[in-house]
């Protein structure tokens, strides 16, 4: 047989196996994190998990930031990656972006991807009345399982306050539940507790941990959920928590919730080890601007 054939019938065997691998391999699940919060300091505290999800879990991740700053309302450059995403993370507080920008988070949550959403997301946006784009003020409802904007029954019992969380024992099905993997039963973490009670979470939310309000600065201060999980209008995995003061992060629980959370968001079970806690040593620095509500 003529030796050239044969090498040639080499090569494209050697190209076949190539393109098997390729096809074989496991897929790398790109992970969005779109931030811009005025208050908490989402924009130095999401970097540093996206750091952790590549550096641990094999993730590619991009962070998108409100420009020039966090108190920059009406722009988050860089939307368009939604549309590569298998699971974005939000951590917003009264934006009032473009419609083009809208439209990318738009498409991303109609297409029933998962939603990890922290805090002030619930009221993401403050478009004023009868602005056309008004609607998505109170899109916590539909797409987060949470209270439509702030105000209202939508509140938190002070500053000065901070919060004892622990896991929810009515049942067992929020207990064993695989977000709660490796998760100490009560923890303390300094964000005041919002109310969202009692027509949020929804019914058929899975309320996974409560929240005691620690020397509450209103005398009407009663226990509420911190975490969900929840299947949105799009039919999109939802795992919302009004926890996210920077200092939340700090705490070991915490930041186990926060990658069972993306993993369980994106189909993969909890983590099976825990290298232990990282430092995310970042301050809190309260709203730097004026501005309304909380």
């Not at 619930?122 to 109170?138: D, S």
């Not at 939340?248 to 232990?276: C, S, Y």
Request: a positive charge.
């Amino acid at each position: 047989m003529n030796r050239k054939f044969l090498l040639a019938c080499c090569a494209v065997a050697l190209s076949f196996a190539s393109l098997a691998f390729v096809a074989g391999a496991p897929k790398v699940l790109r992970v969005v994190f779109v931030t811009g919060d005025h208050e908490y300091s989402s924009e130095e505290t999401m970097p540093i998990i996206a750091a952790e999800l590549e550096k641990r879990y094999g993730m590619r991740t991009i962070v998108l930031k409100a420009y020039p700053d966090e108190n920059a309302e009406e722009n988050i450059p860089g939307l368009e990656a939604l549309s590569n995403a298998d699971a974005a993370v939000f951590f917003l507080r009264w934006r009032r972006l473009p419609k083009d920008q809208i439209e990318h988070i738009r498409k991303y949550l109609d297409s029933g991807k998962p939603v990890v959403a922290f805090r002030t997301t619930t009221h993401a946006f403050n478009y004023p009345k009868g602005h056309e784009l008004e609607k998505w003020n109170a899109f916590a409802a539909d797409y987060l399982g949470g209270p439509p904007g702030w105000g209202g029954g939508h509140y938190h019992y002070g500053h000065r306050s901070s919060t004892d969380v622990t896991v929810n024992n009515q049942g067992p099905a929020a207990a064993n539940d695989p977000i709660l993997t490796g998760i100490d039963k009560s923890f303390h973490v300094r964000s005041w507790l919002y109310n969202v009670l009692p027509n949020y979470p929804p019914p058929d939310a899975k309320r996974l941990l409560i929240g005691h309000a620690v020397d509450p600065e209103r005398k009407d201060a009663i226990d509420n959920p911190v975490a969900w999980t929840w299947k949105n209008k799009a039919g999109g995995r939802v795992f919302m928590t009004t926890l996210g003061h920077p200092e939340d992060f700090q705490v070991e629980a915490v930041q186990r919730l926060v990658f069972n959370a993306i993993h369980w968001a994106l189909g993969k079970p909890a983590p099976k080890k825990w290298a232990g806690r990282i430092a995310i040593d970042v301050k809190y620095h309260g709203i730097r601007k004026t501005a309304t509500g909380k």
